[in-house]
C-alpha cells in the first residue's frame, strides 16, 4: 500500500465562496489545496453581469493569504433578463468561465434565477456559438415532485429537451446525486460533463436522519439512497472523463445550519481531498483519483491543467468539530469529529 500519493494539484470546478467577512474563511481552505475554482454566482444580490464577477474576483484575490497563486474562475448567474450582450462581454473575458443555471427557488439565494427555460433560449444560442459552458443545477422547483425526485424529473423534463435543442452547447450537470443523472450523462452527446461531491460519495440519505436530524450533512440537492450513491461512486472512480472534482462545499455559519429552518450546504473544502481520497482508497481505485482531481476538468473546459503538484500521505487525522468563521461565528465543517485516512502533506 503507498505511503504517500503525488498528484498534479487539483481544481475544484463548483466551490461557493460567499463575499464580505466570510470570504477569508472560505477561500483560504480552498486556496491550500486547490490552484483554481470556479465560483459559484449567488450571492444576494446574485453575480449577472461581468463588471460584478470582475469585482467580485478583485475582492477574493484580496482575501487570500499572502503568496498565494490560487485563481479564481468566475461564473455569471443567468436570469430571465441576462442579454445576449452580456454572454458576448462574458465570452470575451478571460476571467468568466461559464453561466449558471439556477432553476427560481431551487436553492439558496436563487430567487433570481430562470423561470422557464424559453426565456433564455436566445442566450444560450449565443454561449453555444462562443463555446461558453452552462452548469446546471438539475432540479425542478414543481411542488407537486417529491424532494427526492427532482433530479430525475429535472433530465426528463427540461435537461433531455434542452441538450437536443442546443445541439453543441457546453453543459456540466453540476453536484449530480443520482444514478439517472449518471446513466444521463454516460449516453449523452459531446459536451455533457458533470461534478460530484464529497457528501454525495461518501453519504447517502441515512446519513440526514440516523442517530437524530444531522444539519451538517444537509445540502442541495440533498442526499439520496444507498443505491444511488454507490452509482455515483463508480462513475467517480471509473476513469470516465465526463465526471470530475466539483466540491459545492457551500459554508453558512453554525446557527444557520442548526435551526428550525436550516440552511442547505455543506463546507467540505477543509477536508476535500482526503474525502475524495477516502472514497476513491474504498473501491481500491486511488490511481484514477488524480485524472478525477487534476485531468478531467480542465480538460473539459479547454484550459491547461496546472503544473505544480500536491502530495497527500497516509496519515489517520480528525476532521475539526468546528472553526472559526467571521465575526464571531463559528462553522461546522463537513465530516466534523470524523477521521479520515489520508492527509496532505
Ligand atoms: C448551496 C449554497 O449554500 O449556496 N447549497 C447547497 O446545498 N449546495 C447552493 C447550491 O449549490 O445548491
Ligand atoms: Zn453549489
Redesign the pocket.
Known amino acids: 500500500m503507498p505511503e504517500t500519493l503525488t498528484l498534479t494539484r487539483p481544481d475544484d470546478w ?1 466551490l ?1 465562496l460567499r463575499d464580505g467577512p466570510a470570504l477569508a474563511t472560505s477561500v483560504r481552505a480552498t486556496a491550500e489545496v486547490f490552484g483554481r475554482a470556479i465560483v ?1 454566482p ?1 450571492l444576494g444580490p446574485p453575480v449577472t453581469t461581468v463588471e460584478q464577477a470582475l469585482a467580485y474576483r478583485g475582492r477574493i484575490l484580496e482575501a487570500l493569504p499572502d503568496g498565494s497563486d490560487f485563481e479564481p474562475l468566475m461564473t455569471l448567474y443567468l436570469t430571465d433578463r441576462t442579454s445576449r450582450e452580456e454572454v458576448q462581454r462574458a465570452a470575451a473575458c478571460e476571467h468568466v468561465l461559464a453561466f449558471k443555471y439556477y432553476p427560481a427557488g431551487a ?1 439558496t439565494n436563487s430567487e433570481s434565477g430562470v423561470t422557464g427555460l424559453e426565456n433564455v433560449y436566445s442566450v444560450l444560442e449565443v454561449m453555444e456559438e462562443k463555446g461558453l459552458p452552462l452548469l446546471v ?1 438539475g432540479e425542478v422547483t414543481d411542488p407537486a415532485v417529491d424532494v427526492f425526485d427532482r433530479e430525475k424529473a429535472f433530465i426528463d423534463r427540461m435537461l433531455s429537451g434542452l441538450v437536443e435543442r442546443f445541439s453543441s452547447l457546453r453543459l456540466v450537470f ?2 449530480i446525486t443520482t444514478a439517472d443523472a449518471v446513466q444521463f450523462v454516460m449516453g449523452a452527446r459531446e459536451g455533457v460533463a458533470a461534478t460530484l461531491t464529497p457528501q454525495h460519495l461518501l453519504m447517502n440519505r441515512n446519513d440526514l436522519f440516523v442517530g437524530g436530524l444531522q444539519p451538517h450533512n444537509y445540502c442541495l440537492p440533498v442526499l439520496k439512497r444507498g443505491a444511488h450513491q454507490e452509482a455515483l461512486r463508480r462513475a467517480a472512480t471509473g476513469g470516465n472523463p465526463r465526471f470530475f472534482l466539483g466540491t ?1 462545499s ?1 459554508p453558512h455559519a453554525r446557527g444557520a445550519k442548526e435551526s428550525a429552518c436550516g440552511c442547505a450546504g455543506c463546507f467540505s473544502s477543509p477536508a476535500a481531498l482526503p474525502l475524495y481520497a477516502q472514497c476513491f482508497e474504498e473501491l481500491q481505485a486511488l490511481d484514477r483519483l488524480e485524472a478525477f482531481a487534476s485531468h478531467f476538468g480542465p480538460d473539459f473546459y479547454g484550459i491547461d491543467r496546472n503544473t505544480s503538484t500536491l502530495t497527500l500521505r497516509r496519515e489517520t487525522w480528525m476532521v475539526s468539530d468546528e472553526l472559526e468563521f467571521h465575526s464571531g461565528e463559528k462553522i461546522v465543517p463537513y465530516w466534523a469529529g470524523r477521521q479520515l485516512s489520508w492527509q496532505v502533506a
Open positions: 463548483h461557493h459559484m449567488n436553492t443545477h453540476e453536484h459545492d457551500a
